[in-house]
Nanobody, 128 residues
Framework: QVTLVESGGGLGQTGGSLRLSCAAS????????MGWFRQAPGKEREFVAV????????YYGDSVKGRFTISRDIPKNTVFLQMSSLKSEDTAVYYC?????????????????????WGQGTQVTVSS
């Protein structure tokens, strides 16, 4: 089992930036692709971004493509989400999760059922 702890959320301004972190601990945490999802009030959890275990490939949801960047510090077992050009619709609780299978990226990476060991989430609120 891997324990994930998100941080870095808070209040951002429209057009501004925030950086989220997801610290992973536990056995073989570095072997897994990691993803970010978000959930706004009254909406389903939405795929944001995913990065492979080696950090060599990443993929993004259509609503954040070109504005958000996912990265990872492998020695520190930490995944980051750099959020830029923030919009009010980015307001949500952001969660990180690890994919179920080590060493591979599931082709269904947009589906939250491919992930487990979710963190507690961090609130991001974007205001004008």
């Amino acid at each position: 089992q891997v324990t994930l702890v998100e941080s870095g959320g808070g209040l951002g301004q429209t057009g501004g930036s925030l950086r989220l972190s997801c610290a992973a601990s536990g056995r073989f945490a570095e072997r897994y692709a990691m993803g970010w999802f978000r959930q706004a009030p009254g909406k389903e959890r939405e795929f944001v971004a995913v990065i492979t275990w080696a950090g060599d490939f990443s993929y993004y949801g259509d609503s954040v493509k070109g504005r958000f960047t996912i990265s990872r510090d492998i020695p520190k077992n930490t995944v980051f989400l750099q959020m830029s050009s923030l919009k009010s619709e980015d307001t949500a609780v952001y969660y990180c999760g690890r994919q179920r299978r080590e060493w591979v990226l599931s082709p269904r990476y947009r589906n939250q059922v491919e992930y487990e060991d979710w963190g507690q989430g961090t609130q991001v609120t974007v205001s004008s």
